[in-house]
């Protein structure tokens, strides 16, 4: 992917963003819930491809939309969400487990991470949890950008999901730097 089509991919992304959210600050729930149904390709799905720079990554525009509807079903707000999808799925689960010490979420990001081909089921479960458990879902854009560079061997999008998704916990950083440190001279 040249440098100029990756702007191209980040601004048509960026474009879908702006129009899904408007979707719901206007609450213009009726092309939500067309985005929401599978199988047929509805006026808000067309529109949705709109945005895609290439013909070949209109159906990841269509299908993040459908993501989109999905995690915003009833929201009054809309969410541009933060981070990647490994980060999002990071926050999958409870206060006392989560991430990588949530169990469904760590099989759910295993899953997703051993595709080959974009894996929409386990995406739309990762969102639909991510829903459930009232977290912000992963930056809609970045998604966009990510996906529509999936079998790009050198972007190695599935890796840096892993990465993000196992990252250490700021607390366990923290812990880790106080009990490197020296507390006082030895002399």
Known sequence: MTIESELETRAGAELLTTWLMSLVQHHHYGDLAQLRRTGVKTNSHIRAGWYAAAQDDREIYEQVAFLFAVYHQGAGKP?????????????????????????????LI?????????????????????????????????????????????ARI??????????????????????????????
């Open 110 to 154: 295993d899953r997703i991470v051993a595709s080959r081909r974009i894996p929409w089921r386990h995406l739309q479960h990762t969102i639909t949890r991510l829903r459930s458990c009232e977290k912000q879902p992963p930056s809609w854009t970045q998604l966009v950008v990510d996906l529509t560079r999936w079998n790009d061997r050198k």
């Open 158 to 187: 599935a890796y840096s999901w892993a990465v993000d998704f196992h990252e250490p916990y700021d607390a366990d950083r923290k812990h880790a730097h106080r009990t490197n440190t020296q507390k006082g001279s030895s002399t």
């Open 79 to 107: 969410k541009k969400g933060f981070g990647s999808l490994g980060a999002a799925a990071r926050r999958i689960g409870t206060k006392d487990h989560h991430g990588p010490d949530d169990p469904g979420a760590a099989r």
